[in-house]
């Protein structure tokens, strides 16, 4: 125990400056996907979900605690600052063993403090819970490699498929990780033991099996995202945007890039100075290798359509995160390794305080409050901007609301998630023929829906009140229209 307390304080330092951020009930468009889509069934979750472009287990993860705590917006947020807690403790129970107490002790400050696992941890998404499941399932293809029980292939074969059903990003770096293993046992069959071959094989043909039910929305999806996504990718931000993810979270980019250039280099000099040894480094590169190769991936499939986007690379951030602590750790040097640490503490803390000052800012509450003060029975919502649009229809449940589909997107069935009280239509008469009390127009900063609003000598223009919430600074104007010809 007092081996471990360093340890032990370190992880509960870092789950109370997780925590602390934690208990606010804003939401923004994605998490306003997770919250609109948990108040249906576990089947509705399944068919609506194989809509979107991201698999559904972590929806009915947070369905489960939709059903024990309701619909808490505080409770679905705490439910994913555990996750990044958990992944702490991993270099407490797992990392540690598996590589020794420093690497474990560096695994766990960076999991906890690099400026990106507040930002993950707080958002009601799947991502805090994907990087789990993925770190897991490399620990016990490891250890499996390193001792042939049974036990670690079973448990590398769960949560690999789990994290095939968490993230597309997982699936791929899933799909490195089993076919790595397939060529290890191919390549060293004759070291096997035949009864542990077909042990194994059963595993693998099993992941295939139980991912089958899936594969069809798979596959719809991508013919989707391959006939148009919102991801544009510019160059040379993404590189930028790839190097500094992990330090940057709410920071500018320019001092988290420098650091993580500069770091990303010293692990590099590390790296060539043990080749040159000839040390047995490969428990370090071979993460960084997978880590790099589904970027390389997914960079090959956005020639076809973009789908490269550094934040869904936090999904496989955990192969990252031990690579990074393997090494400082076998190179051991105290000064470096101090430094390193105090740099990234000194960016969690500032990137911290941004993130308490953004969450608790008394301007987030103003557009629900004015709505909800403001509503009556009858009255109708309506928005052609589905991002302040969505958090609407997931916090309004009182009244009709309206999304204008005016580009026409394909999106009638992945909004059911919003249902049933917002309806995706193609115009404005559609939305307002038959409606019996005011309009509310949920506009955007430029009132782009408002000024282009027909027939405008039919309505009584009410009110127009501007609010700009600091959470991820949105802009709504809401307008309030009254008709004069009812």
Not at 84 to 109: E, R, S
Request: with cysteine; aromatic share 14%; net charge neutral.
């Amino acid at each position: 125990m007092k081996k471990n307390l360093l340890h032990i304080i370190l992880i509960i330092v870092g789950a109370v400056l997780i925590l602390l951020p934690a208990f606010h009930s804003n939401i923004w468009f994605d998490e306003s996907y997770s919250v609109g889509l948990v108040n249906h069934s576990f089947a509705e979750i399944w068919t609506i979900g194989s809509h979107d472009v991201h698999p559904i287990l972590y929806y009915w993860m947070l369905k489960i605690v939709n059903l024990i705590f309701g619909a808490n917006l505080i409770a679905y947020r705490i439910f994913s600052c555990l996750g990044i807690i958990v992944l702490g403790i991993l270099g407490l129970t797992h990392i540690k063993k598996d590589f020794g107490k420093l690497t474990g002790l560096l695994f766990t400050l960076f999991s906890m403090f690099l400026p990106v696992m507040l930002n993950y941890a707080l958002e009601i998404r799947m991502y805090s819970w994907t990087i789990v499941f993925v770190t897991l399932a490399a620990v016990y293809a490891n250890r499996w490699i390193k001792n042939k029980d049974f036990k670690n292939i079973i448990l590398f074969g769960i949560f690999s498929l789990i994290s095939c059903y968490m993230h597309y990003y997982a699936l791929v770096c899933m799909g490195i990780i089993n076919l790595g293993l397939i060529i290890y046992v191919i390549k060293q069959k004759d070291k096997f033991e035949k009864d542990m071959i077909i042990k194994f094989a059963l595993v693998e043909i099993l992941q295939i099996i139980l991912y089958l039910p899936w594969l069809i929305c798979f596959i719809n999806q991508a013919l989707r995202v391959g006939s148009g996504f919102w991801i544009t990718i510019e160059f040379p931000q993404i590189i930028i945007d790839i190097l500094n993810f992990q330090f940057k979270g709410s920071l500018e980019q320019t001092i988290p890039t420098i650091i993580a250039v500069a770091l990303y280099l010293y692990i590099g000099y590390i790296i060539i100075k043990n080749i040159r040894k000839k040390e047995d480094i490969k428990a370090g590169i071979i993460p960084i290798v997978i880590y790099i190769s589904v970027i390389f991936i997914v960079a090959l499939v956005s020639r076809i359509s973009p789908i490269l986007y550094a934040r869904y690379l936090f999904t496989i951030t955990g192969l990252l995160i031990f690579a990074i602590a393997y090494f400082l750790g076998k190179e051991n040097n105290q000064y470096i390794i101090g430094f390193v640490c105090a740099t990234v503490i000194i960016l969690s803390i500032e990137n911290w305080g941004n993130v308490m000052q953004e969450n608790y800012d008394v301007s987030n509450q103003e557009p629900i409050q004015y709505l909800k003060e403001n509503l009556q029975d009858d009255d109708i919502i309506v928005y052609s901007n589905i991002n302040n649009g969505g958090v609407i229809a997931a916090l309004i449940d009182t009244n009709q609301q309206y999304f204008l589909n005016l580009e026409n997107w394909s999106v009638e069935d992945a909004y059911k998630a919003y249902s049933p009280q917002m309806k995706v239509v193609g115009s404005i008469e559609e939305a307002v023929k038959e409606a019996k009390g005011r309009i509310f127009i949920i506009d955007t900063g430029d009132l782009a829906l408002y000024n282009n609003w027909p027939d405008k000598e039919k309505y009584k223009e009410v009110s127009i009140q501007k609010f700009e919430p600091k959470y991820k600074q949105y802009t709504y104007q809401i307008v309030i229209l009254d008709k004069i010809v009812r």
